[in-house]
């Protein structure tokens, strides 16, 4: 893989950022529109890709590569979650630890991957990012709320010994409620409340709220992403082709979700009042290099030795060098949890991807020479 053709995508994905950070800076989009267009790019653009680029598969191989890509992915995923919970133990606060661990844990597979991934390699190879997407999900929408409901089922614990060492409460959807506590640390009677405020009396009601949490979770993996990977995937194997006009209309939809989430991406950027005092954080760049450097060298090396077929290889080093996902921010937003250390990670990993990609598949290309 050549590493000036790295270097010349990155160079691309910078400029497209730039131009999205050149709109949102001179007012041409606002916040309330780029919502609109995250959405669009989530439930449109990007479903409109996993199914075009299935479209454009069919050789002997596909099914192993297909194959190869899970397994991988669920690798990934699951060094990620060991790595996190590591992280954890020298992390104070439930909070940063939680946040970290989403960090840690979930990449931006989608608004960058898709576009790294298909300027790279092409977009033949977008229906294997499908397979970390889809790995991705479900993941998300199972480990990763866990994690959330655990904090009020810890809650529910202090209630019946009436103290606590959190500095805070959670709700029944995991949102921090003030006035849980008093202010020797002390749980106040009936302190606790769900996310309309009614004061939850008992531990049976915080169970309850627990198990109807749970039960949307099954609605939640089941999303426009996961069915348009799944389809997509179908399609894929089985060598099914759709006629001209729907297809060519799901080529021109897909198209559109390689400039568009960059160019949010660089809107999110210029939105940031203190990107100086982001990018002087020493803490976030140590973890940066072990995520998208280091964790991606090691594997390499894993995935050189088993002998995975090379392009496999490639597109799952670069999908180990992701920066953070923007997902576990739209969700501790949702829930009323601190935000600022998510943020953070987001911005200053999806800045130094420009440069941590090209130098990750340099060094791969050096133990591919040596291995």
């Known amino acids: 893989m050549s590493v000036v053709l790295v270097l010349e995508q990155m160079a691309v994905i910078l400029l497209l950022m730039l131009v999205g950070a050149v709109c949102q800076k001179i007012g041409l989009i606002r916040q309330d529109q780029q919502k609109i267009l995250s959405w669009l790019v989530v439930n449109v653009f990007n479903p409109a890709l996993a199914i075009s680029s299935a479209l454009s598969g069919g050789s002997d191989g596909n099914a192993i590569y297909l194959a190869y890509s899970f397994a991988i992915a669920i690798a ?25 661990q989403l960090m840690v844990i979930f990449s931006n597979v989608g608004f960058i991957g898709i576009p790294v991934v298909r300027g790279i390699l092409g977009s033949e190879y977008v229906i294997y990012v499908a397979c970390f997407g889809l790995v991705f999900n479900v993941l998300f929408y199972t480990y990763g709320m866990f994690m959330l409901e655990k904090a009020t089922e810890k809650i529910s614990k202090l209630q019946e010994n009436g103290s606590a060492s959190l500095p805070y409460a959670v709700s029944s959807n995991g949102i921090d409620v003030d006035g849980a506590f008093n202010e020797d640390g002390i749980l106040n009677p009936g302190g606790l409340f ?37 389809l997509g995937m179908a399609l894929f194997l089985g060598h099914i082709q759709l006629p001209y006009v729907i297809k060519q209309t799901i080529d021109y939809l897909g198209n559109v979700s390689v400039p568009l989430p960059l160019m949010i991406t660089g809107m999110t950027l210029a939105q940031q009042d203190d990107l100086k005092k982001i990018l002087s954080d020493g803490k976030m760049y140590l973890f940066s290099a072990i995520k998208m450097v280091a964790i991606p060298a090691v594997f390499a090396i894993a995935l050189i030795a088993i002998h995975v077929p090379k392009q496999i290889q490639i597109l799952s080093v670069l999908m180990f060098g992701m920066p953070v996902g923007n997902l576990p921010l739209m969700v501790l937003t ?12 987001i911005i200053l990993t999806t800045v130094l991807s420009v440069v941590t990609i090209p130098v990750t598949i340099w060094i791969y290309n050096m133990l591919l020479a040596v291995i």
């Open 76 to 100: 990934m995923f699951g060094s990620f979650i060991i790595l996190g919970k590591v992280m954890s133990f020298f992390i104070k606060g439930l909070h940063d630890k939680v946040i970290w």
């Open 194 to 230: 769900d996310a309309d405020g009614v004061t939850i009396q008992d531990n049976a009601a915080v169970s309850e709220a627990v198990k109807k949490t749970k039960g949307s979770l099954l609605r939640q993996v089941i999303n426009i992403g996961t069915v348009s990977s799944v």
């Open 334 to 345: 949702e829930k009323e949890w601190p935000t600022e250390l998510c943020t953070e990670g």
